[in-house]
Structures are given as structure tokens and as C-alpha cells.
């Protein structure tokens, strides 16, 4: 296999989770609807919060990576749902798939063979694809984890346990 080839797979792998923990889906899987505005002991979020921050974070990527026009929400309120802000169960399921499809584009720029992974993003100089895909998976796994353990914290455990 050619190194391009490996390296799209790599990163693959990488944004869809699931190697070293728990991926995604795993994660929000059966999730209680009746949990899904329950705040950690001590902590500053929601459940549905953290789900929102993650599609905030991962759309704003996404979008600097794709739309030289698009600017970013001021940090951090415009990576938050406000504080006393609840969700619906379909708002949850709307927040889900909104970080699936995300997901989806930035696995699409990764598969496409006109990506340019090392140049400079034409409106954005110091950065790279590759790096603003590091990002993504990065911030993911990251939230994914933190998930995972407030189920834990909360008894709302995960179905798949790993």
C-alpha cells in the first residue's frame, strides 16, 4: 500500500474513535433520554451540553477548513449552549447526528485524492488539513472520554463497555 493510502486510513481510523476507547456511537448509545440534562456533581455542564460543544467545536473545523469565508464563534461562549439551557429528546438526537455528519465531511475531505494534507489551507496559511483533522479527533476522543465517564458518574452507563 502507497503512504497516501495509509495515511488516509490512519486517519480514518483516527476520526472515527474506537482503537484505544470507546468511539461515538459506543458512547451514546441507548442513552436515558431522562439523563440527557443531568448535570455531573460539581460540574458546570449538562450531558446535552457537552454533546452540543462537541458539534459546535467539530462543525467550526469542519468549516474553517472548507468555506474561506466562515468565522469562528467568539471562545468560549460561542462554543457552549448557555448554562440554563435544556434539551429536548430530539434535540439530543438532532445534536447526535449533527456530530455524525460532521463527521461524515471531515471523513469525506480525508478520502478525497485532491486533499492537499501538508500544503497550507489557502485562507489560512499557518494552518494545515492535517492538522485541523488532528484537531477534530483530538477534540472528539477527548469528549467522548469525558462522556463516557460522567454515564459512569451518573450510573447512565454505556451498553458496550470496554
Do not use: C
Not at 452540543?52 to 472548507?66: G, K, N, P, S
Not at 468565522?71 to 439551557?85: A, K, L, Q
Not at 460532521?102 to 485562507?123: E, Q, S
Amino acid at each position: 500500500m502507497n503512504p497516501d493510502e495509509v495515511l488516509k486510513e490512519e486517519l480514518i481510523a483516527y476520526l472515527g474513535g474506537g482503537n484505544a476507547h470507546m468511539n461515538f456511537d459506543d458512547a451514546v448509545s441507548e442513552f436515558p433520554m431522562d439523563g440527557i440534562n443531568e448535570r455531573v456533581p460539581h460540574g458546570s455542564y449538562t450531558v446535552w451540553q457537552l454533546l452540543a460543544h462537541m458539534r459546535i467545536a467539530q462543525r467550526d473545523i469542519l468549516e474553517f477548513i472548507r468555506n474561506p469565508e466562515y468565522v469562528s464563534p467568539d471562545f468560549p461562549e460561542g462554543y457552549w449552549p448557555r448554562p440554563d439551557e435544556k434539551a429536548t429528546p430530539e434535540e439530543w438526537e438532532k445534536t447526535v447526528e449533527g456530530i455524525r455528519n460532521d463527521l461524515a465531511a471531515l471523513i469525506d475531505i480525508v478520502k478525497d485524492p485532491k486533499t492537499d494534507f501538508f500544503g497550507p489551507i489557502p485562507h489560512a496559511r499557518g494552518y494545515t488539513i492535517f492538522r485541523e483533522i488532528l484537531l477534530a479527533g483530538d477534540h472528539n476522543a477527548y469528549h467522548v472520554g469525558e462522556l463516557v465517564s460522567i454515564r459512569r458518574i451518573l450510573n447512565l452507563n454505556p451498553v458496550k463497555e470496554y
